[in-house]
């Protein structure tokens, strides 16, 4: 009890951490301490500045967005994933292994920084258990903590927060859908169930459990939270070195522990659980899904620029976006390089290769449309088409295509496959298309 009564008072920091912020004074505090940060990498990076990133809120600004297909792709020639850095090409499955491991490399040098050889241990805790209803039908909730060992720097605390709803009375285990949940921090002691959406209550109607993950819980979504969360606890409050990983591969790195602890539960099936996410947890999803081979699917939804759209695009959010003092945290900081004294052409891979290392698992790429741009959906296809190669190699089926589908038809048939809907920045009306997709791997 009292080990319980630490981590809640612990889930009681953190709840205070995030609302003093809730203030204009104080959440300019936070984007200082974020530019202050920021600097200190550029300086480390011996950068003097940094290009603009596009305003996607003034059409007559000198950065103003771009929307004209015409004007976006000023490098048309994309990496190949299947040729080597020798330039030998790749032509057998077991030459794909040894070329995933140059992409891999430079992704985690380069674009999303490398996690740490070791880390401390984390305890998962089911703090409160109730039955509830979701929709018209019986399951369970459990709200649990990841505790994170800190007694090698007690100055920093991690306690992840998840729940999972499971249905009741089942007989087999299930599998698990996760998503990197939007929702803001609950009061410790808060129990309650977020009300059930549409994809939620299908899970259980299907003998599904699903997970809901807050990513702000693993590592703060701002540059001043990159000497505290997980990212400050391995480094023990310092600053981070140019190579060290960012927010997406930190929350990546929340995923990999709740499949561990999923891995030891006898009522979950390890072997089915897929990732998810929206927006920029859509990017975080897609690294997830790259870098961590156990997850049999995943859902990548509007995921943008530092996701499944072409680096190397000029339309909607751009390199430079990422690069600033309010995004650059997602990333390693090297990838401020290229928004300086590099370019994007300079990457030594884009995001297509990305979803490649995804492969032979089946991945699921959607947006929307009307209220979506920002993410660039042409830009997400052709990252995704461009993908296809090595899915074919590997003996799986792609889109089957280069030319983009009208809105509302998919192109489902294959292990990957892309959907965008007729709303706008949303991953609802894609969901029931993607549970049906992973039905396909996940049927005994």
């Not at 977020?194 to 979504?221: E, H, K, V």
């Not at 928004?339 to 052409?345: F, H, S, Y």
Request: proline share 6%; glycine share 10%; aromatic share 10%.
């Amino acid at each position: 009890m009292n080990r319980l009564l630490l981590l809640v008072a612990g889930l009681m920091v953190s709840y205070n951490v995030f609302s003093q912020f809730s203030t204009q004074r104080e959440r300019d505090s936070l984007n200082r301490l974020s530019a202050e940060d920021h600097r200190e990498m550029m300086l480390l990076l011996h950068i003097d500045s940094l290009r603009q990133g596009a305003n996607g809120n003034d059409m007559n600004a000198p950065n103003a967005v771009n929307y004209e297909e015409a004007k976006a792709n000023p490098f048309p020639e994309l990496p190949n994933p299947l040729v080597f850095k020798n330039g030998k090409t790749v032509s057998t499955p077991a030459d794909w292994m040894k070329r995933k491991l140059e992409i891999r490399e430079d992704f985690e040098r380069e674009i999303y920084g490398r996690i740490p050889n070791k880390f401390p241990a984390v305890d998962w805790i089911i703090v409160k258990q109730r039955d509830t209803m979701i929709g018209e039908h019986a399951a369970l909730m459990q709200k649990l903590i990841g505790h994170v060992d800190n007694s090698s720097f007690p100055e920093i605390s991690v306690d992840m927060d998840l729940t999972l709803v499971l249905p009741a009375n089942a007989s087999d285990r299930m599998p698990v859908v996760i998503e990197f949940y939007w929702g803001l921090w609950r009061r410790p002691g808060d129990t309650s169930v977020p009300q059930p959406s549409a994809w939620q209550i299908d899970c259980i109607r299907r003998g599904w459990a699903y997970a809901l993950l807050r990513p702000n819980s693993i590592q703060a979504d701002n540059g001043a939270g990159l000497t505290q969360g997980i990212i400050g606890l391995v480094n023990k409050g310092q600053r981070r070195k140019p190579d060290d990983w960012g927010a997406l591969r930190a929350w990546a790195w929340g995923a990999s522990q709740t499949l561990d602890y999923f891995t030891g539960r006898s009522d979950l099936d390890e072997t089915r659980v897929s990732i998810g996410g929206h927006s920029r947890y859509g990017k975080a999803a897609l690294v997830t899904m790259a870098f961590d081979e156990r997850f049999s699917a995943a859902y990548i939804s509007s995921s943008g620029e530092g996701g499944a759209k072409l680096n190397r695009r000029n339309y909607g959010e751009i390199v430079e976006n990422l690069t600033g003092s309010g995004e650059y945290h997602w990333m390693a900081g090297n990838f401020i390089k290229y928004g300086g004294p590099l370019g994007w052409d300079d990457l030594p891979v884009d995001a297509h290769e990305l979803i490649a290392l995804c492969a032979p698992r089946p991945v699921f790429v959607g947006c929307g449309s009307n209220g979506d741009q920002w993410t660039d959906q042409r830009g997400m296809f052709m990252a995704t088409a461009a993908a296809g190669p090595v899915y074919r190699l590997l003996g799986k089926k792609d889109l089957g295509t280069d030319e983009m589908p009208e809105i509302n038809h998919g192109l489902l048939e294959g292990d990957l496959v892309w959907r965008q809907h007729d709303e706008g920045h949303t991953p609802a009306p894609n969901y029931p298309y993607f549970l049906d997709f992973c039905a396909r791997y996940w049927q005994h």
